[in-house]
């Protein structure tokens, strides 16, 4: 049996800044217990990540961090993403309407189902900041239909809203009920990780 461990996974880790946002945030009021990360996960399909990789000092940060250059997605292969502005609220969204669209170019996309199917275990103790800019409407109800969701223990969400055009279709509330069926929800901005 494969030893347990506490796992954060970062879907949107943008300049990687939110990592010692985490590292700083006293989880135990939120989860009921003091946590000390041994894997982090980060997810970010910006260009610049290798370069911000490069600048990110690990030396003080005491647990292994895997840098993932995709899309977190409902399927494997290449999307088209929309980069906004400088970088920050960049989108998988064709119809996101905040961020000052700047370019599109193709990027690779994971399902986000099968992979946490593949990389974590319902002995793990699982965190998951979700900060995607809108693909949060497409993943969350992939995961609850394939019964993944079950492999988080905590969901962390930023709710992007009507920002998101079609693919918001005022569904939040049923899914967020939905949710609360299958894991324990906390609210980005709340934590004081939104906006990184």
Same mark, same amino acid.
């Given at each position: ?24 945030? #006293? /989880? ?5 217990? #003091? ?5 982090? @996960? %980060? ?15 690990? #030396? ?44 599109? @170019?193709?990027?690779?996309?994971? #399902? ?15 965190? %998951?900041?979700?900060?995607?800019? %809108? ?23 930023? /709710?992007?809203?009507?920002? %998101? ?32």
């Amino acid at each position: 049996m494969k030893k347990s461990k506490n796992v954060f996974i970062i879907g949107g880790a943008n300049n990687l800044n939110v990592i010692n946002h985490i590292l700083n945030t #006293d /989880w135990k009021p939120l989860v009921g217990k #003091d946590i000390k990360i041994d894997k982090f @996960y %980060c997810f970010e399909p910006l260009k610049e990540l290798d370069e911000w990789v490069q600048k990110f000092n690990t #030396d003080k940060i005491d647990a292994e961090i895997e840098f993932i250059k995709k899309a977190m997605w409902i399927e494997d292969g290449e999307v088209v993403f929309r980069r906004m502005g400088a970088h920050f609220s960049s989108t998988l969204c064709p119809d996101k309407k905040t961020g000052g669209f700047s370019e599109a @170019y193709g990027v690779e996309a994971i #399902d986000f189902s099968k992979w946490l199917k593949d990389n974590v275990s319902k002995n793990d103790f699982v965190i %998951c900041d979700l900060d995607i800019e %809108c693909s949060e409407y497409k993943i969350l109800p992939h995961l609850i239909e394939n019964k993944t969701i079950g492999l988080i223990d905590y969901l962390v969400i930023e /709710w992007h809203k009507t920002k %998101c055009g079609t693919w918001y279709a005022d569904n939040e509330v049923k899914l967020e009920q939905d949710l609360h069926n299958h894991v324990k929800l906390l609210d980005h901005n709340r934590i004081g990780i939104g906006g990184q």
